[in-house]
């Protein structure tokens, strides 16, 4: 009869770890479901907090493409005149990096307050002197190389793109100048020097079809107030540059 009461008291314990059993696995099930919703949840939630904006293609190509700007700038290092020049640029792109430009422009001049100054100075201590504005700048014509070694993109407000050259450029043409040297007779003479120009700019890309140009030259060219020398008037210039079709 003991075994019977083995058997027995087996059975009992057996269905009672049975009862006990079967709602914490359901319970457990419950909970992992929970918790897998749960990380899905956040997943979604830091995902869409996490977007990583991607950086598209170049918006623009400017192989075989020609460009025409309109500008203008400022010639600032001259003490005693301050010359604006307007005018306009053509470029053909021989490739994405390399062009060749034709540029020109009219300068307007103006005086600066420096020479009445010293004019009033003069007459005031009745010292015999004179000032003279020995050459002044009409207009110019350049030849240039570009090449761009640097193409970027600029982020703004996290959703808007712009894209953007840096260039350098190199050349040589004639620059217009009014010679007048001191202390002579003879009324002021127009003379064409031959003018060397070197510079830099970044062009910043609008749309596939215009540009803003900002650009700074540098000139040299022989002296022409008499006495010889070298001139090397800056150029500092702002403007907008439209683009033919892109190719196909």
Do not use: C
């Not at 918790?35 to 991607?54: C, H, N, P, V």
């Not at 007779?185 to 596939?208: H, K, Q, V, W």
């Amino acid at each position: 009869m003991d075994w019977r009461r083995s058997v027995g008291t087996a059975l009992i314990v057996f269905v009672a770890m049975t009862a006990f059993a079967v709602p914490g696995t359901v319970l457990a099930q419950e909970n992992d479901a929970k918790a897998t919703q749960l990380e899905r949840s956040l997943d979604k939630y830091w995902g869409e907090k996490r977007e990583i904006r991607t950086i598209e293609k170049r918006l623009f190509r400017k192989d075989t493409r020609l460009q025409a700007s309109l500008y203008g700038g400022v010639i600032p290092n001259d003490d005693f005149q301050l010359f604006v020049p307007m005018g306009l640029r053509f470029a053909y792109y021989l490739s994405e990096d390399i062009a060749v430009e034709l540029s020109g422009a009219y300068a307007l001049g103006f005086q600066t307050r420096l020479k009445e100054f010293l004019t009033a100075e003069i007459e005031d201590k009745q010292v015999g002197a004179q000032v003279f504005l020995t050459q002044e700048y009409e207009w110019y014509g350049m030849v240039n190389m570009l090449w761009s070694p640097v193409h970027g993109k600029i982020g703004m407000f996290t959703s808007k793109l712009f894209h953007f050259d840096f260039y350098l450029a190199v050349g040589v043409g004639v620059m217009g100048v009014i010679a007048d040297p001191p202390g002579q007779a003879a009324e002021p003479r127009s003379e064409t020097p031959i003018a060397a120009n070197i510079g830099f700019g970044t062009m910043m890309y609008l749309t596939d079809y215009m540009a803003l140009q900002l650009d700074y030259r540098h000139f040299f060219h022989e002296f022409q107030g008499g006495g010889g020398g070298l001139s090397y008037p800056a150029e500092i210039s702002l403007g907008l540059a439209f683009f033919t079709n892109a190719p196909e």
